[in-house]
């Protein structure tokens, strides 16, 4: 199993970014998929994520309406692009996949089975 995420980089505030996460070794059309981050000094927390038995999608609070995930099965990718990014958005953000989710627990590190690496963005102010 592997969750290969990309993209990150150094964006000015108010600027764009695109996140993608490649993933193999799972059934991925038939999974969860979300996104966290970790800000300095801070605990990874929930960004985003798609909701295999809905087909929705679901956002924290700050990042709604700058914020959208989506997917492409046929690539077995997960994407987020980010828009009118702040300072505050500054982390690294990690992709991650259940095939088991609940949706009362869409929000929660442990709900997910399985990780990427991270990739780091960084918005200058």
């Known amino acids: 199993v592997q969750l290969q995420a990309s993209g990150g980089g150094l964006v000015q505030a108010g600027g764009s970014l695109r996140l993608s996460c490649a993933a193999s070794?799972?059934?991925?059309?038939?999974?969860?998929v979300g996104w966290f981050r970790q800000g300095p000094g801070k605990e990874r927390e929930f960004v985003a994520a798609f909701f295999r038995n809905t087909g929705r999608s679901y956002y924290e609070t700050s990042v709604k309406g700058r914020f959208t995930i989506s997917r492409d099965n046929a690539k077995n990718t997960v994407y987020l692009q980010m828009n009118g990014l702040t300072s505050e958005d500054t982390a690294v953000y990690y992709c991650?996949?259940?095939?088991?989710?609940?949706?009362?627990?869409?929000?929660?590190?442990?709900?997910?089975?399985?990780w990427g690496q991270g990739t780091l963005v960084t918005v200058s102010s």
């Open positions: 070794g799972f059934r991925f059309s038939t999974s969860s």
């Open positions: 991650a996949a259940s095939t088991r989710l609940i949706l009362s627990s869409i929000s929660s590190r442990s709900a997910y089975e399985y």
